[in-house]
């Protein structure tokens, strides 16, 4: 069973601090990472992908791989309240996509 | 309206009816995907598709039916509902091949079963 597991939540970070959130994920074969976000109610919004070691930065976020280590994170740099959400770890294995079950993350005013 | 859309938004049925969810692209993505969400066990999927008359299961498959007669097209039929399958929906796509390959979500459809 391919698994994708994240840190358990909920997360709670002061305005304008780093928000971290982590993912490991078990299939070696795995070629994409996403990152989503989803507000309460709502569908999940993707707002980082990346597919190659190293770091890949896109405005706040950073997104951050390790095959090696099969682990995947996301840096959220001068957070602000509308970060609030849970943000979920996909990862594609050929054709399929799987996801952890979400990291909540407040951004406490 | 471009990109993906679901019918109904919301559904209250009863123990035992049917109940077919809609879903519609507009980008003609080959790959779709039916998933439910639940508290604490995230996005589980249901089925997927390659293409229009190609079907797979997913995870957890049982008590649902999918057919994909047109690429643009995916709808999702409950035989007999049941109150476990009470959950939120969502349908999504992607292109396989070439540049990046994202999933987009469709919004979802609150599914309650009496």
């Known amino acids: 069973q391919k698994e994708v597991e994240q840190n358990s939540g909920p997360l709670s970070v002061p305005e304008g601090a780093i928000a971290s959130l982590n993912c490991t994920y078990s299939d070696r074969g795995s070629q994409s990472f996403f990152w989503y976000r989803q507000y309460s109610g709502k569908s999940p919004e993707l707002i980082m992908s990346?597919?190659?070691?190293g770091d890949k930065e896109d405005g706040r976020f950073t997104a951050q791989l390790n095959k090696a280590s099969q682990y995947v994170s996301l840096l959220i740099r001068d957070s602000q309240p509308s970060d609030s959400a849970t943000y979920l770890c996909?990862?594609?294995?050929?054709?399929?996509?799987?996801f952890g079950t979400g990291t909540s993350l407040t951004v406490i005013p | 309206d471009a990109g993906i859309t679901q019918s109904p938004r919301y559904k209250i049925t009863e123990t035992g009816r049917q109940v077919t969810l809609m879903c519609h692209q507009t980008w003609s993505h080959s790959y779709m995907f039916w998933y439910r969400q639940d508290l604490g066990h995230g996005l589980r999927l249901i089925y997927y598709?390659?293409?229009?008359?190609?079907?797979d299961k997913g995870e957890v498959p049982d008590g649902y039916v999918v057919s994909r007669s047109k690429t643009e097209n995916f709808p999702l039929t409950l035989e007999s509902a049941t109150r476990s399958q009470t959950s939120v929906y969502f349908c999504?796509?992607?292109?396989?091949?070439?540049?990046?390959?994202?999933?987009?979500f469709g919004p979802g459809t609150r599914l309650t079963v009496l």
């Open positions: 598709s390659a293409a229009a008359d190609i079907t």
């Open positions: 996909a990862v594609r294995t050929g054709n399929q996509f799987y």
């Open positions: 990346i597919y190659s070691n």
């Open positions: 999504a796509s992607f292109h396989s091949g070439g540049g990046e390959n994202e999933q987009f």
